[in-house]
């Protein structure tokens, strides 16, 4: 048998694609809809279990509770009023509604059907690539700009890789920037007993609504924030977390990882990025299993970067230029 495989498979009526190392005893299931991971199969020394706490069916893939494993382009978490101004132009993306209705979260992609362009294996990996043009003039309100959106997923020895790329079709500069929102379960236990290390040294600072606060101040050390400091392995305990962490500590690799663990069984997980910020969510606000699992959304800039002069050009994407942005989850153990 091949050492890895790539095929074609089903959840209800929606499409999925199924990457398996089989040497490794480990799957993971893709759905075309969003993109979106539903499952990460690993073997443990209780039998093999599901680290991704994602969508459970197909129902959930239509409704899509708690963005799980979302895809998050052109923006990553929130805009604050859902407006913002770009090169000096305002926008809004939601006409006609008022007050507390109003939230715009997550980027335009989650409910996209992707075509699959590409879905091969070999002695070395099992790959695919999802492509999306749905990003156009007219198709979401206030955002009149054209992004092409590839976001490929490469399963090997070492765990998984995503990455997006980011092209800008259209004749004007577009604020454009990739984010991931995954949640993982490493067990049945309390997350309270999971332990989180971050290497961040500086924490975002947010007012109630999880938006960054102007200007400069938003950025805070650790130092500042030892309540919120996981540069070393910790119990993540009885803490609410829903923080993005910046000036991120990268290994000789380029690659900055964020590790989760569970001390029972030893499963430990890391999730890389080469640059950006890392959010860190407890799911204390979720739909469904409230603290059940932990989210760690690795994201190319802020919540909020739209309206924020200090995020402008790490979201500008000029017309014909492409932008790329990889991350991933390696299996350190057991």
Not at 35 to 47: N, R, W
Not at 65 to 88: E, G, K, L, Q
Not at 153 to 167: K, N
Request: proline letters at 7%; hydrophobic letters at 40%.
């Amino acid at each position: 048998m091949a050492e890895f495989l790539a095929e074609r498979g089903q959840l209800g009526e929606h499409g999925i694609v199924v990457l398996t190392d089989t040497a490794r005893g480990r799957c993971v299931r893709i759905a075309r809809r969003g993109a979106t991971l539903v499952s990460l199969e690993v073997p443990t020394p209780q039998g093999v279990r599901d680290v991704a706490d994602g969508y459970r069916d197909a129902g959930e893939l239509d409704t899509r509770p708690s963005s799980r494993f979302a895809i998050m382009v052109p923006f990553a978490n929130r805009i604050a009023d859902a407006r913002y101004t770009f090169d000096n132009e305002p926008y809004d993306l939601q006409p006609g509604i008022e007050g507390s209705s109003r939230a715009a979260r997550h980027g335009f992609v989650r409910g996209v059907e992707f075509d699959v362009t590409e879905l091969v294996a070999d002695d070395q990996s099992a790959r695919v690539t999802f492509a999306t043009k749905a990003i156009r003039p007219g198709a979401h309100a206030g955002y009149p700009f054209a992004i092409d959106l590839d976001v490929t997923y490469v399963l090997d020895a070492s765990g998984i890789t995503l990455e997006a790329v980011m092209r800008n079709v259209g004749d004007h500069a577009a604020p454009c920037f990739f984010g991931w929102h995954p949640y993982f379960r490493l067990s049945d236990s309390p997350i309270e007993g999971w332990e989180l290390q971050i290497p961040a040294d500086s924490v975002v600072r947010t007012d109630e609504g999880f938006i960054p606060i102007a200007g400069e101040g938003a950025l805070a050390p650790l130092e500042l924030a030892p309540e919120l400091d996981f540069r070393q392995m910790q119990p993540i305990g009885p803490r609410e977390l829903n923080h993005a962490y910046a000036d991120l500590r990268v290994d000789t690799d380029g690659r900055a990882r964020t590790r989760l663990r569970d001390p029972d069984s030893g499963l430990t997980l890391a999730m890389w990025q080469t640059s950006g910020v890392m959010l860190a969510f407890t799911a204390d606000t979720v739909t469904r299993d409230v603290r059940r699992s932990v989210a760690l959304e690795p994201m190319e800039s802020w919540a909020d970067a739209f309206n924020r002069p200090d995020c402008a050009d790490a979201i500008r994407l000029e017309p014909g230029a492409e932008r790329r942005y990889t991350c991933g989850v390696e299996i350190e153990s057991p």
